[in-house]
């Protein structure tokens, strides 16, 4: 019974990343679609600790800490690009 909650929330993570998606193709700007681009890494981490807890897998959600901290990283690396901040 708690696999069809776990099949469920993939299942709204992967809409919202299709939405997401769409979003950072049809961005107006280029911070737009920054945004898109990290709402989808968080989406992505979401599914790992989702997929984590269906599979009784510990290493699973490690993985998305990690994914997590590395996203946070480029995206603060791109806006301070975006700033004109790197050279």
Known sequence: MIFIGFFYGILGVILAGVITLVRVMLGPSVPDRV????TLNTLIVAGMILLGAAYDRVIYIDIAIVYALLSY???LVVA????GGLE
């Not at 301070?80 to 700033?83: I, S």
Request: hydrophobic share 35%; glycine share 18%.
């Open 73 to 75: 990283i480029g995206t």
């Open 80 to 83: 301070k690009y975006l700033q």
């Open 35 to 38: 945004v898109g681009v990290d």
